[in-house]
């Protein structure tokens, strides 16, 4: 009797647990197939936005150096063959160029491949034909550079791949290797465990897996690498679901993407196609078998096979890969004597086809704020193309760590710490060209070139003398100014003495000579003359949109300002009073390539042209003559614009200057603050020098505009002076024009 009620007992305990058991897996399995379905109808895997740099485009008349050509090409991966007979490929012939151009479906349409003949004559591209049909043609660009990845957090890097694009041999390595019944399971597959265990016994070493590869994707995707029943268990269930709602494309695709294979510092690896960039500088489409085969072997241990920490492993591996598929004759035997015959193939370390350039990238992040989250950006695999220009922003890099190296080891390697920022724009069209924000271009984390506020010192004067010379009828370019000395009281108690740089007085000065000898004493004593209202006023209309208050010291550079916002500034002083909206952006597409935005300029009249033009004439002189004459010793067969900038004690240098095109702000001082003992002329405008050497930049536009005249003093009256072709001219409006000057008709 006590028998049978315990039987009875158990039983109902049992019964009790099955149906617990029942309830709990059928919301186990609810729960999955919820999770699956969501995340599949939504996307498969995370797509981080891929940053391009500006394409390369070529035209005739097109201005360029061979040297800059030469550099993007090898920027972008372009390797120089004797003959050029795959994309990707290029031949040179003296100052001629074949290159076999890559396909790219850019923003505006896609562009195929095509073997193109470029030839450069005195600095520009003189002829531009089809290699093969030797017609001429208007215009084509190059695949734009990859700048990288703006990642959100989950550190995984991946190219998506189709089944289209897939080489000769990979489909049938992978299955034959991975999942033999691919096919014809529903997710789980007991003949491919028992075929797996006896194919392991047998030869006594692991040559195949029993997991399914929907098992594996569901593993990779949703699972952790654990070994435990409960993992194994969601595993089955979620790879049965999986077969449910999805047919095998679709699942074996989202394999292709997903996989793990390999480490970049913090970045995983997935998927084929990004793998195949990473240990062979390869498109997928274009892996011959060997390392179709090592990719496919390296699925089993990402680290164990590691072709470049572990060699041995890995060729072993491959070569197994091989062998299996010769023996379920899906290769000849020619095909696989000459596949393990081959070295792993595999580059030393991955080529850097792209330009590390965080400070660029966090600017994009800030433009993108507004119509993009950060999710969307790390995970629908938005393709964002941009206005950098790789050559300038590798010059850029390179002329800012140059120099402060050099002036750090001119010091004995006393006072060291210097750091500095650089940004280069496009005049007319604002577009942001090249952007350092860390004298280490790769270094992550304080952007100075759009963070770094700092008063500008000399660098806002032109702006004072805007504000004078838009009022004629009291102000032109020989309107006397005193530079004398002088204290203003605030409300406040506070005393202000502006003080010049050479801690002298220069008494009566023309106006123009207070801004090409920059003159603190004369610009003040101008501002108030003008009124510092109005100073902010204009200052605020060629662009600043921070609150400027109307302080007087602001004439002097008092003011803090990044290197971002002095550069927008500049842009609509050097573009003839024309702003624009400077900017990153270009456009972006979706993952396919279907464009979602088009980022185009606008352009407002915000200064007087005439007014503008005079100012940038004074600059020119600041150059010829001035506090950057250094500029026009170097450059003598140009003329360029700019201004220095000096702060109190020698914090900071700056220096703002523009040719015809390209407009550079540089900014050098020390973190902390402390003196960095350089002046506007000894520290950022030698590095603006280092850029625009290396550049090939035309002079600035000094054709004067309608209401305004060329003047020059009469002979006699001025020594030196006295002919229109003197070069000592001065623009005027007509009415303005003294007794002692002359009109140059």
């Keep these: 009797m006590k028998l049978k009620l315990i039987w009875q007992r158990i039983k109902k305990t049992l019964l009790r647990l099955f149906l617990i058991g029942t309830v709990f897996f059928v919301f186990l399995v609810i729960y999955l197939d919820s999770l699956v379905k969501n995340e599949f109808n939504q996307q498969a895997w995370s797509i981080p936005a891929k940053v391009y740099a500006r394409p390369l485009s070529f035209s005739v008349g097109k201005q360029i150096s061979l040297k800059d050509l030469l550099l993007e090409l090898n920027l972008l991966g372009y390797r120089k063959k004797i003959k050029a007979t795959h994309q990707g490929e290029f031949e040179q012939y003296q100052n001629s160029l074949v290159i076999y151009t890559r396909p790219f479906k850019f923003w505006d349409g896609e562009q195929k491949a095509q073997v193109l003949e470029v030839t450069i004559s005195n600095g520009q591209i003189s002829e531009l034909k089809d290699f093969a049909t030797r017609k001429n043609v208007n215009f084509l660009r190059l695949d734009p550079l990859s700048l990288g990845s703006i990642q959100a957090g989950n550190n995984e890097d991946r190219v998506l791949v189709t089944l289209e694009q897939l080489p000769e041999h990979f489909l049938a390595a992978l299955l034959n290797t991975e999942d033999r019944n691919f096919y014809e399971h529903w997710g789980i597959s007991f003949k491919g465990i028992v075929r797996a265990a006896w194919s392991n016994f047998s030869q006594g070493e692991l040559r195949q897996g029993g997991s399914t590869l929907t098992q594996q994707l569901m593993k990779n995707h949703f699972l952790t690498r654990e070994r435990s029943l ?31 294979l390999g480490q970049n510092n913090t970045t995983g690896i997935h998927g084929f196609a990004r793998a195949s960039e990473f240990y062979f500088d390869r498109p997928l489409e274009k892996l011959n078998l060997n390392q179709v085969a090592l990719l496919v072997g390296m699925v089993k241990g990402p680290s164990l096979y590691n072709p470049r920490r572990n060699a041995e492993n890995a060729l072993e591996r491959r070569n197994l890969v091989l062998s299996l598929m010769l023996d379920n004759g899906l290769i000849t035997d020619e095909a696989y004597q000459d596949a393990v015959s081959r070295n792993l193939q595999v580059v030393a370390k991955p080529k850097k086809r792209t330009s590390k350039v965080p400070a660029f990238v966090g600017f994009i992040k800030r433009e993108l704020r507004q119509e993009y989250s950060l999710s969307e950006l790390n995970n629908q695999g938005l393709r964002l193309f941009t206005s950098l220009h790789p050559v300038v922003q590798q010059y850029a890099e390179k002329s800012l760590n140059k120099r402060l190296t050099q002036i750090e080891s001119a010091r004995d390697n006393k006072n060291k710490g210097l750091q500095g920022a650089l940004i280069v724009s496009d005049i007319h069209t604002g577009d942001i060209l090249a952007m350092v924000g860390d004298r280490n271009p790769n270094y992550v984390g304080f952007n100075r070139a759009i963070d770094a506020y ?44 502006p003080k010049n740089y050479d801690d002298e007085v220069h008494g009566e000065v023309e106006l123009q000579d207070g801004l090409v000898n920059s003159y603190n004493i004369a610009t003040a004593r101008l501002a108030l003359a003008v009124g510092v209202n109005e100073v902010v006023d204009t200052i605020v209309d060629a662009g ?36 624009v909206s400077s900017s990153g952006l270009i456009a972006v597409q979706d993952h396919q390539g279907n464009l979602l935005q088009r980022y185009r300029r606008t352009a407002q009249a915000r200064l007087d042209p005439e007014t503008a033009f005079m100012v940038k004439y004074l600059l020119t002189e600041v150059v010829k003559k001035g506090t950057a004459k250094l500029i026009g010793e170097t450059f003598r067969n140009k003329r360029y614009a700019g201004k220095t900038g000096t702060t109190n004690d020698l914090r900071d240098s700056w220096y703002a200057g523009f040719g015809g095109d390209k407009l550079a702000v540089v900014w050098v001082g020390r973190d902390d603050n402390k003196p960095s003992e350089l002046t506007g002329a000894s520290g950022a405008l030698r590095v603006w020098r280092d850029l625009f050497v290396k550049i090939n930049e035309p002079s600035v536009d000094l054709n004067i505009p309608e209401e305004l005249v060329w003047g020059y003093r009469a002979e006699g009256l001025f020594s030196g002076f006295g002919s229109c072709h003197s070069k000592v001219l001065v623009p005027f409006y007509l009415e303005q024009l003294p007794e002692n000057f002359k009109v140059c008709e």
């Design 230 to 260: 409960w993992r194994k268990l969601r595993e089955a269930i979620m790879a049965v679901l999986m077969e449910i709602h999805y047919d095998k494309k679709v699942i074996l695709e989202a394999y292709l993407n997903e996989v793990y």
């Design 544 to 579: 600043f949109e921070r609150e400027l208050p109307a302080y007087p010291s602001i004439a002097l550079g008092a003011k803090e300002m990044s290197p971002l916002e002095v550069l927008r500034i500049y842009q609509t002083l050097a573009n003839n009073g024309v702003g």
């Design 454 to 497: 700092r008063q500008t010192g000399s660098v806002i004067k032109p702006f004072v003398y805007l504000t004078a010379l838009k009022q004629p009828e009291s102000f032109s370019m020989i309107t006397k100014l005193k530079d004398e000395s002088f204290s203003l009281e605030g409300s406040d108690g506070s005393v202000w003495s």
